[in-house]
């Protein structure tokens, strides 16, 4: 655990790259071959644009990575935070506690907050129009909607008090199971409900994609499905009764276009109806 915390705070930028890619690939690979299901589209010209916003994600968090350094440095200097406060118990408990700490408020609480005030929701809401769900969709976010994910990071850091080691740990988590939780693949029922106790599945989280209420605002989980049972966001549809999109905007062609998506989160704001 020692040595994993030591690499991961002094990680390379290629390598933190060579994961986010080498996540795509892999996941891309086992949709190619294992489809949960045969989605009638063109592949490649939807990861182009969700590809897009994959390069806005990265330019954003890397832009912005040495307020991350600097806020973590600074809890560690002051003693501020959970994990200082709690800094006698094993290594690995740390991390697991600084881990889930900080996916919880700068993934969970966050997703929840995107879906409950609207401001927030306008942005947000380009991530729930692709009418095609596939592992490139986890990075399918306005340039806005990044930024306000890492001031919700931040807020993670600040309260925790995590080490560079562990933040970086659970950033590079954080990029392979929302790359898995989206792909389009399906684990065995069996298989998932046991995952399902500890992780966000696809069986899971394909469901928070699902284009009417109350399913849109639930399972808002990405790496530990704990905080929707703790928090009673979870919900559960059959895979074959999951519908991708938003009802607000069910409108697919332009959902494809990059000029609509950017422009969305400035457009009046559409209540969704209750069913």
Request: hydrophobic share 45%; glycine share 6%.
């Amino acid at each position: 655990m020692e040595y994993a915390i030591n690499y991961f705070e002094t990680i390379p930028s290629w390598h933190r790259s060579l994961i986010l890619i080498g996540g795509i690939a892999f996941f891309w690979m086992l949709e190619s071959g294992w489809p949960a299901r045969l989605l009638n589209y063109r592949k490649h010209k939807h990861a182009g644009l969700n590809f897009f916003f994959t390069a806005t994600t990265i330019l954003v968090n890397f832009s912005l990575a040495g307020l991350l350094l600097w806020l973590s440095d600074w809890t560690q200097i002051n003693q501020w935070g959970v994990l200082p406060l709690l800094s006698g118990i094993p290594l690995w408990g740390q991390v697991l506690l600084g881990v889930a700490l900080l996916d919880l408020i700068g993934a969970y609480f966050a997703h929840w907050s995107e879906h409950k005030i609207k401001v927030l929701w306008g942005f947000h809401l380009i991530h729930h129009t692709d009418h095609e769900v596939d592992t490139t969709t986890a990075n399918r976010h306005h340039p806005m909607e990044s930024v306000i994910r890492f001031g919700f990071t931040l807020l993670a850091v600040w309260v925790t008090g995590a080490s560079v080691g562990i933040i970086m740990l659970y950033q590079s988590l954080s990029v392979v199971l929302s790359q898995f939780n989206h792909a389009n693949i399906l684990l065995p029922k069996q298989l998932n409900q046991w995952v399902q106790w500890f992780l966000v599945t696809p069986n899971m989280h394909q469901i928070h994609h699902h284009h009417q209420l109350p399913y849109t605002d639930a399972n808002y989980g990405n790496i530990f499905s704990i905080w929707d049972r703790i928090f009673g966001t979870y919900q559960y549809l059959p895979a074959d009764q999951v519908v991708f999109g938003v009802d607000t905007y069910p409108d697919a062609a332009k959902n494809s276009d990059l000029k609509h998506l950017l422009a969305l989160a400035f457009k009046p704001y559409k209540s969704p109806p209750q069913h």
